[in-house]
T-cell receptor, first 112, second 119 residues
Framework: QKEVEQDPGPLSVPEGAIVSLNCTYS??????FMWYRQYSRKGPELLMY????GNKEDGRFTAQVDKSSKYISLFIRDSQPSDSATYLC????????????FGQGTTLQVKP | GAVVSQHPSWVICKSGTSVKIECRSL??????MFWYRQFPKQSLMLMAT?????????EQGVEKDKFLINHASLTLSTLTVTSAHPEDSSFYIC???????????????FGPGTRLTVL
């Protein structure tokens, strides 16, 4: 079992739709969770950074962590064609080494 | 946020040659940097942790003699792919903790990546 699981998609939605991206993780010791956005042939860009359970909102983006079910989500409201990218969830391993563990990434296409 | 650059952005080389990729932290110092590789439609796989002033730490299955890492200064880490072969063709990305030193709570900032094609 992978430590972080993410449905690779692709996910296609019309412009303006609400997008829900999800990951599950296996180790209850994970505490910090990130969402990165990666455009084709570019490096990942940090979108959201959360600690423990709860919600965090930044503009059209909301990150949600449910530690009881080991489930993390990213919601995108009023999706735009410019949101078309691969979204990667990530967490730090539990050994305080700074190493990131990534999900496989979900490819999102927002159609105008 | 912190800025990390990579050079070159794209390199094509012949099989058997060596290629050096640079990773720089532009507005902060980083005692630690990380190197990843990414195959098409796949996620990032950590290759090694680059430590300023000491040897790099490689992940299991990564050949340290093939992927040479040198963290020469607080703002520069280099990855050299030695005797490159077509199977080494990939997207190589580096990252650095935003605070420069390794803390579990630090956010990681990524470079734009280097696309290596070995003919």
């Amino acid at each position: 079992q992978k430590e972080v699981e993410q449905d690779p998609g692709p996910l296609s939605v019309p412009e303006g739709a609400i997008v829900s991206l999800n990951c599950t993780y296996s180790n209850s010791a994970f505490q910090y969770f990130m969402w990165y956005r990666q455009y084709s042939r570019k490096g990942p860009e940090l979108l959201m950074y959360t600690y423990s359970s709860g919600n965090k909102e930044d503009g059209r983006f909301t990150a949600q962590v449910d530690k009881s079910s080991k489930y993390i989500s990213l919601f995108i409201r009023d999706s735009q064609p410019s949101d078309s990218a691969t979204y990667l969830c990530a967490t730090y391993n539990s050994g305080n080494t700074g190493k990131l563990i990534f999900g496989q990434g979900t490819t999102l296409q927002v159609k105008p | 946020g912190a800025v990390v650059s990579q050079h070159p952005s794209w390199v094509i080389c012949k099989s058997g040659t060596s290629v050096k990729i640079e990773c720089r932290s532009l507005d902060f110092q980083a005692t630690t940097m990380f190197w990843y590789r990414q195959f098409p439609k796949q996620s990032l796989m950590l290759m090694a942790t680059s430590n300023e002033g000491s040897k790099a730490t490689y992940e299991q299955g990564v050949e340290k003699d093939k992927f040479l890492i040198n963290h020469a200064s607080l703002t520069l880490s280099t990855l050299t792919v030695t005797s490159a072969h077509p199977e080494d063709s990939s997207f190589y990305i580096c990252s650095a903790p935003g605070q420069g030193t390794l803390k579990n709570t630090d956010t990681q900032y990524f470079g734009p990546g280097t696309r290596l094609t070995v003919l």
